[in-house]
Nanobody
Framework: QVQLVESGGGLVQAGGSLRLSCAASGGTFSNYYMGWFRQAPGREREFVSTIRWNGSGTRYADSVKGRFTISRDNAKNTMYLQMNSLKPEDTAIYYC????????????????WGQGTQVTVSS
């Protein structure tokens, strides 16, 4: 069973950048498909990006495509989300999630979740 801890959130001005990290422990990280999701106040949790176990495939929500980049380092048991050209509408709590069999965009299917890290983008 894997435990996930996000870090790297904070307050940034519109147009700025942040890099989120998701550190995994307690399991074989390379066995998991991983994803990033976010939840803004009053809204449902939504898909941001996902990456295959070996990094060979990635998917992005249309709203972040071209601005965000997902990656992973299995040797460091860590996944990343590089966020550039941030917009106020990117403000949300960002969660990392993992699953051993599902590589998709539905948050309800992912088995393991971190506690989240707050990202706030000011205009």
């Amino acid at each position: 069973q894997v435990q996930l801890v996000e870090s790297g959130g904070g307050l940034v001005q519109a147009g700025g950048s942040l890099r989120l990290s998701c550190a995994a422990s307690g399991g074989t990280f390379s066995n998991y498909y991983m994803g990033w999701f976010r939840q803004a106040p009053g809204r449902e949790r939504e898909f941001v990006s996902t990456i295959r176990w070996n990094g060979s495939g990635t998917r992005y929500a249309d709203s972040v495509k071209g601005r965000f980049t997902i990656s992973r380092d299995n040797a460091k048991n860590t996944m990343y989300l590089q966020m550039n050209s941030l917009k106020p509408e990117d403000t949300a709590i960002y969660y990392c999630a993992g699953d051993r069999t599902y590589w998709g965009t539905n948050p309800d299917v992912y088995e393991y979740w971190g506690q989240g890290t707050q990202v706030t983008v000011s205009s």
